[in-house]
């Protein structure tokens, strides 16, 4: 556009009233040193070896915009147009694809461990509850506060990126549906103990993962670990109660269990010994009949010796025969016993 400096001129002078006759005003602007610049910038020619020159620069700086760098523990997926065209290998270092708009590259760590909280956040290291999260029905129409951390990897990288938006979201809202579902199978006195709690986690794992891989989210389930499972807060320390009877039961259980384990074998022990015994009391009692019908008034004596020997054990005993003794008994500490006065008493 060619500019009329001095039209322009006579203009603003009249608009501020510095015209000839006008009495004296403010002066406008003189536009001529400008109008010279612009005349001699209309006279520069640029040669056609600088424009190829900037040209090639910003080329080779377009191409460059491409690289990108894969870390370990990471792979990269490439785009052209929109479609995947390549996947690199885990950490396979500086990669180039098709810059910006042709293409396009993402890289997604596959090794870290991603995790979430359904009951409770931490905020600056500190437990908030979130008791939305954490109430739940159990199968007895009973509230339980049930909190839990869920651990993830990103196992198939396109599935990831291409199949669901907002992939964390997603799983979130899963997890909670998984675990809420899980926890409505038992009654309110099973689900807050230890092995409730255990039986909650593996199934809300294993229904969890079944909606991932329907979902075609390319998300594997690491871990689903119970952080705390209580009655809620107005009723807490009733159901606390409960769950320490129950604790105790399960505990007298056990030292019963523990009780007729032991004694069971060894009463068993005794019977088999006593059994024995008395197999080895009737074979000597066989053998002893034996003898007795061979020499009935021997073996009769000998019985009755020995059984005075069992029924007075570590008393002294002096035995006499009555035809062969003498009438008067003499004793080591020089005492006498006649016979004819114990007859008489």
Do not use: C
């Not at 979130?172 to 009654?187: I, N």
């Not at 099973?190 to 969890?208: F, K, N, P, W, Y």
């Not at 998300?219 to 129950?246: I, K, S, Y």
């Not at 025969?321 to 007859?343: H, M, R």
């Amino acid at each position: 556009m060619n500019w009329d400096w001095d039209k322009l001129q006579q203009r603003r002078q009249r608009q501020f009233g510095s015209g000839p006759g006008s009495g004296g005003g403010p002066k406008g602007p003189d536009f001529t040193k400008l109008n010279e610049a612009l005349g001699q910038l209309k006279n520069i020619r640029i040669p056609g070896g600088i424009v190829f020159i900037l040209i090639f620069l910003a080329l080779i700086g377009w191409l460059l915009s491409g690289l990108y760098i894969v870390e370990p523990g990471q792979v990269g997926v490439e785009q052209r147009f929109g479609k995947k065209v390549h996947v690199t290998q885990m950490g396979a270092g500086l990669q180039w694809h098709w810059p910006v708009p042709i293409g396009r590259s993402t890289t997604v760590d596959t090794q870290k461990i991603r995790s979430f909280e359904i009951g409770f956040t931490r905020v600056e290291g500190r437990k908030r509850v979130n008791r939305d999260e954490a109430l739940m029905l159990t199968k007895d129409q009973n509230i339980a506060h049930i909190e839990v951390i869920v651990h993830y990897q990103v196992s198939e990288p396109t599935k990831y990126l291409f199949n669901i938006q907002d992939p964390e979201m997603v799983i979130k809202t899963a997890a909670e549906s998984a675990l809420r579902s899980a926890v409505g199978t038992l009654e309110i006195d099973r689900a807050i103990v230890a092995e409730g709690l255990s039986r909650i986690a593996g199934d809300t794992q294993e229904l969890l993962q079944k909606l991932l891989n329907d979902y075609q989210s390319g998300l594997r389930l690491v871990n689903v670990r119970t952080e705390r499972g209580d009655a809620p807060q107005e009723v807490r320390e009733a159901f606390h109660d409960v769950v320490r009877a129950m604790e105790d039961k399960v505990r007298l259980i056990h030292r019963a269990e523990e009780y007729r384990e032991d004694i069971i074998p060894r009463a068993r022990g005794e019977r088999a010994q006593r059994i024995l015994e008395a197999q080895g009391e009737v074979k000597r009692f066989g053998q002893l009949l034996v003898e007795y019908r061979k020499a009935k008034g021997v073996t009769r004596q000998r019985l009755y010796l020995e059984t005075i020997g069992e029924v007075l054990p570590g008393v002294e005993k002096v035995i006499l025969d009555k035809d062969s003794a003498e009438t008067v008994l003499l004793f080591p500490d020089g005492g006498t016993l006649s016979f004819d006065k114990i007859k008489q008493q």
